[in-house]
Each structure stands twice: as structure tokens, then as C-alpha cells.
């Protein structure tokens, strides 16, 4: 998972956590069992089979104060992708509201209540702008992971352990349940079972941050039919809106990042 908060403009698409220790040593050796990662496979397969889709996220998260208590807010997120360079995301949270856009050429984020936003040219394929703001801008949209050419490969980078619960219903849909030990989180995922194998839920427990946060979110309205024009990712600015850079010092995002699995382990 990764992080993102710029100080310019609070350059964020999901809420801030504090770092925390680094977890204890852990065996290197992977045992996922075969059934989940199959399940997870199935899910990556699908998705990587259409050329755009679009879904809605309803997302529950933790704040921790420096006191330890845990403050939960939630927010609602609109995601679009269309490959090979396409992505759009809206949030609106308690926290505020931000939009992203990636059409190939530029990436921009967009604060609206401030009237503020960043832009840097990156050229390339979706995947190619999730890294560059992964390693280079410290932020990454909501769900970033599930934008990659291969989820199940981002996904499943420093897992170390992960098993199948069994079926269980999210919104009534009945769900394979997943649940993956990493090296700084423990993650769960819920993957509709049947013939459209799509993400339903996912949940990410922050086990080496004080009070061990989590970040929740409830995926519906999937869209493989949606057809996206060119003006869906290319950036809508507001008249007289201040640009400011982004953030490219660590210190800057000094959270862990609350949305993706696979940029946990450094």
C-alpha cells in the first residue's frame, strides 16, 4: 500500500497515517495456499482482459492522533481506467476532496476547495505513471493496485502468507474471502465468486503502526462496458487556480501509504 500527502496543498487522494517501527524479521519464504492464489489470479486475469472499466468505492478509514487514539473517517471514490494511458480518480472525504488525472503526457492533482493543484509531465502507459508517483511523488490514488497491467503481481510483491476464509457476502454478493500476511500489513480481499470475479471489498490492517489502523473500502458499480473519451483524462482546471508543485521529498509523506498493497515493504 502507499502513501500520499503533499504539505503545499495536502496533495492527497486518502487520508494520512503516522510511520511506525519497522515489523520483526520474518521468514523470506512465501506460503500462499494454491486456492488463493488462484482466486487472485482470477480477479487479475479479468481485469486485465478489458481495456478500461470504471467503479465506485466507499471507503472507511483510521487517523491515529499523537495520543494514540484512532479518529475514523470515511470517504466515496469515483475510479476510471482505460489502458494503455487513462486514469482518473475522485475522492470526496471529511478530510476534502481531490481529483487526479493521467492522459499520457501529464499527471495532474487537483485541490478544489483551495483552488490549488499540482502538475508534472509524465509520458507513458498507466503503469508507468502509478510507479512514477509511487517512487517518485510518494502518493498514489485510491486503489492504485488495482489499476496495474497485473494486479495480482503488484499485489502480491512482499506477501509472505495468505489463505482462502471461504464465502462469505459483501452487499449480498457472496464473496470468496482471501486474507495475506505482508511484512507490515495484514490484508483481506473479497472477490465475487462466480462468473464476474471482481475486487468487492478489501481491508488493510496497519499491524506495525501504534493502535494498528485500517483502511477499508467496498467496491461496486463496476463498468467494463463504459465507453471513456480522451476529455474523461484530460484536466479540468478551474479558472484563476494556483499551481504549486509536488512534494518529492520523503519527509513529505511520512505516513505509510493507506490505499495500495504493494508499496508496503521497503
Known amino acids: ?4 500527502r503533499a504539505v503545499f496543498l495536502m496533495l492527497a487522494l486518502a487520508p494520512p497515517l503516522s510511520t511506525g517501527p519497522i515489523a520483526a524479521p520474518v521468514p523470506p519464504e512465501s506460503q500462499i495456499e494454491n486456492r488463493a492464489k488462484a482466486a487472485l489470479r482470477e480477479m487479475s486475469d479479468y481485469l486485465k482482459t478489458s481495456k478500461s472499466y470504471h467503479f465506485q468505492a466507499d471507503i472507511q478509514f483510521d487517523d491515529v492522533l499523537p495520543t494514540g487514539q484512532k479518529i475514523a473517517f470515511s470517504a466515496k471514490s469515483s475510479i476510471s481506467l482505460r489502458r494503455p494511458n487513462g486514469i482518473y480518480a475522485y475522492q470526496a472525504a471529511e478530510t476534502g476532496v481531490r481529483r487526479l488525472w493521467f492522459d499520457g503526457k501529464q499527471l495532474t492533482l487537483l ?14 502507459n498507466t503503469d508507468q505513471a502509478l510507479e512514477h ?3 517518485e511523488l510518494h502518493f498514489t490514488p ?14 502480491l510483491k512482499n506477501t509472505l502468507h495468505g489463505f482462502e476464509v471461504g464465502i462469505s457476502p459483501v452487499q449480498g454478493i457472496p ?5 495475506f500476511v505482508d511484512k507490515l500489513i495484514d ?10 470475479p471482481v475486487p468487492r471489498k478489501l481491508v488493510i490492517t496497519y499491524k506495525t503502526l501504534p493502535s494498528s489502523p485500517q483502511f477499508s473500502a467496498t467496491l461496486s458499480e ?8 480522451d476529455s474523461h483524462f484530460r484536466a479540468n482546471i478551474p479558472a484563476g487556480a ?4 509536488f512534494m518529492k521529498e520523503r519527509d513529505a509523506a511520512t505516513q505509510p501509504n493507506s490505499t495500495t498493497i504493494s508499496g508496503t515493504a521497503k
Open 187 to 196: 490484508w483481506q480481499i473479497w472477490i465475487e465468486d462466480g462468473k464476474l
Open 222 to 229: 463496476w463498468d467494463f462496458g463504459a465507453r471513456l473519451p
Open 142 to 155: 485510491p486503489l492504485a493496485d488495482l489499476l496495474f497491467e497485473d494486479p495480482a503481481k503488484a499485489m
Open 175 to 179: 464473496c470468496r474471502h482471501l486474507a
Open 111 to 124: 485541490d478544489p476547495d483551495n483552488n490549488t493543484f499540482a502538475r508534472e509531465s509524465v509520458a507513458g
Open 242 to 245: 494556483l499551481q504549486l508543485p
Open 1 to 4: 500500500m502507499r502513501i500520499f
Open 133 to 135: 508517483m509511487i517512487r
